[in-house]
């Protein structure tokens, strides 16, 4: 049987590590193997976080920000079209 990256059937072998050897990320909001994990202090207590959204958190404000900003764009984008859709219940664009 081929490797899991060369059979695209196939899942990947990160998804077939059990619960426990798996970690929630409060960052990304997704279950990563406990090696890519790391416990860092919140003032919230102690949380668990993927190596790599920590490295993302390393690559300047500036850049952040603008991720950041970007990203509220796009937010209100789909906020104003989801809106403009409840407004004109009548107009469905699937019929």
Not at 4 to 13: E, G, I, K, S, V
Not at 19 to 47: A, D, W
Not at 61 to 69: L, M, P, S, V
């Amino acid at each position: 049987m081929a490797p899991a990256a060369t059979n695209p059937t196939q899942r990947p072998a990160w998804s077939k590590k059990l619960m426990s050897e798996t970690t929630f990320c409060y960052h990304c909001g997704i279950h990563h193997p406990v090696e890519e994990m790391r416990q860092i202090l919140t003032k919230n207590g102690k949380r668990w976080r993927c190596v790599k959204s920590i490295e993302a958190t390393k690559i300047g404000i500036t850049k952040r920000d603008a991720f950041g900003q970007g990203i509220t764009a796009i937010n209100k984008v789909e906020a104003q079209a989801k809106i403009r859709r409840m407004a004109n219940p009548e107009r469905n664009p699937h019929s």
